[in-house]
């Protein structure tokens, strides 16, 4: 609505020529959201793709920022030859620097993506997915405690996000937390991780908070953060252990990312605990979002659309026909085409990560049809591409069939976009991948669930890093 309101010729009137002159950028269209911030803050908007089209596919939002609203120029800001960098006062307040997420700088960031590639490959995701099973087993246990004869409505948002959270540190970091035990899968870590989001986004605005927000004074901290702590202190324990005693790494159960850091064969050498801790800080705030919206997402739109369940049910039901023995991922993979299109839609419908990335274009280039000089921090949010009417007719209806058309339907792929692209696309991607089918999966094949008091609106969203919806999806489950 915001953004509506300042793309229209008015706005442009208003708004032009009011930034400083950078480096070139004057002459190209300029929303400077510096005036909006407080509006921005406290109304995060929803990024609608309506507001940039028919305006001009590039809007400078700041002295030195351009927003672009192009499929070309995704490929050349995120492609796989870009060269751009991360533009770290954006990063920064994620407060995990020195890890594959946070590093600004390309060759660091190189270097740890080839020591933890071979530990997300395919190959190893599918080694290790029986922790998967376990923890997707366990959700649907939990879930299946909410039936009975007056079954109580479950929030299958909070169910999922402890699903995700219990993965990547079991999966991840070899310590299970298990917040799948927890009554209404209120974990209070849990909810403190949840609710952090917008206090990112504050900090962003704000960066010399930064030291001071992720050092409270324990007599100051809720107990939903004083439970954060206590992750984190299991987890720095166990990294001290193995740092004193690397051999210790072998008692561990399964390969984590520990040991692909600490046996590192990089000529950088083993990293500090200090970038090992901010590594598994990152896999955790990297792991648990995107999963659950995706998941929330699509469990929705086929619970609101009978006919899109009754076939994935029956697909499952084909291929899966003794529904009490645990079916791996490889087959859910190879024979289930309507759900992995069904996972396609929803990873389009709930994006990925939704705030534009911003990177730093490192020497002249020209991004579509724009010049734009070295320095000028460039970014295209992925709702962009996603709910573009040329790309994907129609794009506000969930329709997997659009993904199921031969030929066009591969050439769409390109164009989701939810894990990004290029040499700082998601890492984790095989494993979310496997999260995916096995929930939908296991969900779908097991439980009889129907949507309770949740409407298409709740999935309206502030855009922070990932989308929060306004409310939570409930479900019941019936025997
Ligand atoms: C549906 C699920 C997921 C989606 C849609 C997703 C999406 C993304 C996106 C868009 C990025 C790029 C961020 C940026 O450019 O700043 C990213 C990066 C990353 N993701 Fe994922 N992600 C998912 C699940 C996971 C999981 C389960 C893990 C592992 C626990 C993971 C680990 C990472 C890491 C480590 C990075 C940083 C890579 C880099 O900057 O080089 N992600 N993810």
Request: proline share 6%; hydrophobic share 45%; glycine share 4%.
């Amino acid at each position: 609505m915001l953004l509506n309101l300042f793309t229209t010729s008015h706005a442009s009137w208003f708004l032009n020529g009011r930034l400083p002159r950078w480096q070139g950028l004057a002459d190209y269209f300029s929303l400077d959201l510096k005036n909006v911030r407080i509006i921005w803050l406290l109304f995060p908007a929803r990024l609608d793709y309506s507001s940039f089209s028919g305006v001009c596919p590039v809007i400078r939002i700041r002295p030195n920022q351009l927003h672009f609203n192009d499929p070309q120029a995704f490929e050349i800001i995120y492609g796989s030859s870009t060269n751009f960098t991360k533009f770290s006062p954006f990063y920064n307040c994620f407060h995990d620097r020195q890890s594959s997420f946070g590093f600004a700088d390309q060759p660091l960031a190189q270097d740890r993506r080839d020591t933890l590639s071979p530990f997300f490959s395919r190959q190893n995701v599918v080694e290790l997915e029986t922790i998967v099973h376990r923890s997707v087993d366990r959700l649907t246990s939990a879930l299946n405690a909410h039936s009975g004869l007056e079954p109580r409505p479950a929030n299958i948002y909070l169910a999922l996000s402890s699903t995700a959270l219990e993965i990547v540190t079991s999966f991840c970091l070899g310590c299970p937390f298990n917040a799948l035990d927890y009554a209404e899968f209120k974990h209070p870590a849990l909810l403190a991780l949840l609710s952090s989001a917008g206090v990112y986004f504050f900090l962003q605005h704000f960066p010399f908070l930064i030291p001071l927000a992720f050092h409270i004074p324990q007599w100051l901290q809720t107990p939903e953060m004083q439970a954060v702590q206590i992750l984190f202190k299991d987890i720095e324990d166990r990294v001290d252990t193995f740092l004193a005693s690397p051999s210790s790494l072998k008692d561990a159960g399964h390969e984590t990312i520990f040991h692909h850091l600490i046996n590192s064969k990089s000529d950088r050498g083993i990293p500090t605990k200090r970038s090992i801790l901010d590594e598994a800080s990152a896999m955790i705030a990297t792991g648990i979002d995107a999963i659950s919206n995706t998941c929330s997402v699509g469990i929705f739109h086929v619970l609101n659309n009978p006919a899109i369940r009754i076939r994935l049910i029956k697909e499952l039901e084909e291929a899966w026909p003794e529904k009490s023995t645990r079916v791996g991922v490889e087959t859910l993979e190879n024979y289930l085409t309507w759900r992995t299109a069904v996972i396609k839609e929803s990873l389009r419908f709930s994006h990925g990560f939704v705030s534009p990335l911003p990177r730093v274009v490192q020497e002249d280039v020209v991004i579509g049809k724009a010049f734009v000089p070295a320095g000028t921090v460039v970014a295209m949010g992925h709702s962009f591409i996603h709910n573009s009417p040329e790309i994907f007719p129609d794009p506000l209806s969930f329709n997997p069939d659009r993904w199921l058309a031969g030929d066009k339907s591969k050439a769409l792929d390109k164009f989701l976009v939810a894990f990004s692209k290029g040499p700082r696309m998601c890492l984790g991607m095989n494993l979310a991948w496997c999260e995916l089918y096995l929930i939908f999966g296991n969900l779908f094949r097991k439980l009889d669930m129907q949507l309770y008091n949740t409407t298409e609106s709740d999935f309206d969203f502030k855009a922070y890093l990932t989308p929060v919806y306004a409310d939570y999806l409930h479900i019941l489950v019936r025997n």
